[in-house]
């Protein structure tokens, strides 16, 4: 529990960050692309990277415990999840793109 609340703690102190650093800035804008590139797209490529890993421990158990069909059903369902975590931060990554640029397109 207390590695989970020093990591929220670093989030929001780098919200916090991001947006004094914004602070010059006078749209929207400035703020989301500072807190895109300082918050939101490192945990976006962390997350992706765990999916990742996942996916790929779902393949090694597949092919580990291929003579079971207990271990293939599990390996099946760890390759699963990965894909689908994998899938969620490549659409997440894609919905920031968009609100950023529809707000570089308001300025």
Same mark, same amino acid.
């Given at each position: 529990?207390?590695f989970?609340?020093?990591r929220i703690?670093?989030?929001?102190s780098l ?5 004094a650093?914004a602070a ?6 400035d ?6 590139? $300082?918050v939101i ?5 962390f997350?992706?990277? #765990?999916? !990742?890993v996942?996916? /790929?421990?779902? &393949?090694?158990q ?15 369902? $760890?390759?699963?999840w ?7 931060m #490549?659409? !997440?990554?894609a919905i /920031?793109v968009? &609100?950023?640029?529809f707000?570089?397109?308001i300025?």
């Amino acid at each position: 529990m207390d590695f989970i609340s020093c990591r929220i703690q670093q989030a929001v102190s780098l919200i916090l960050e991001a947006h004094a650093q914004a602070a010059g800035g006078k749209t929207l804008g400035d703020i989301i692309r500072v807190t895109w590139n $300082t918050v939101i797209r490192p945990g976006i490529i962390f997350l992706f990277l #765990v999916a !990742t890993v996942v996916f /790929i421990w779902g &393949l090694v158990q597949f092919v580990m415990r291929g003579d079971s069909e207990e271990g293939r059903k599990q390996g099946k369902s $760890t390759i699963q999840w990965g894909v689908f975590g994998m899938f969620i931060m #490549v659409v !997440t990554g894609a919905i /920031i793109v968009i &609100l950023d640029n529809f707000f570089k397109s308001i300025q």
